[in-house]
């Protein structure tokens, strides 16, 4: 069986950047979850829970939606 990509994106990389620098470490606190967690969620290989995916958005002050894409089906 293959894995297919998962459609589910995110900019938590980017906006760590842009929110000074903010370690993974620093938002797995904010959040409640292992840095561990928020590097597997930044690579796209773990999809959030519904309320972790709302948590890392409001750790930004932003809207999920500007946190999270929900993309077409590929294939």
Do not use: H
């Not at 561990?36 to 948590?55: D, R, V």
């Not at 809207?63 to 993309?71: E, K, L, R, W």
């Amino acid at each position: 069986m293959s894995k297919a990509k998962s459609r589910l994106q995110n900019r938590v990389r980017e906006l760590r950047f842009f929110a000074n620098e903010m370690t993974q470490a620093e938002l797995a606190e904010k959040v409640g979850v292992t840095r561990q967690t928020i590097a597997a969620i930044e690579k796209n290989k773990y999809a959030p829970s519904l309320e972790t995916a709302f948590l890392i958005a409001e750790a930004f002050g932003k809207p999920i939606g500007d946190v999270f894409s929900f993309g077409p089906k590929e294939g």
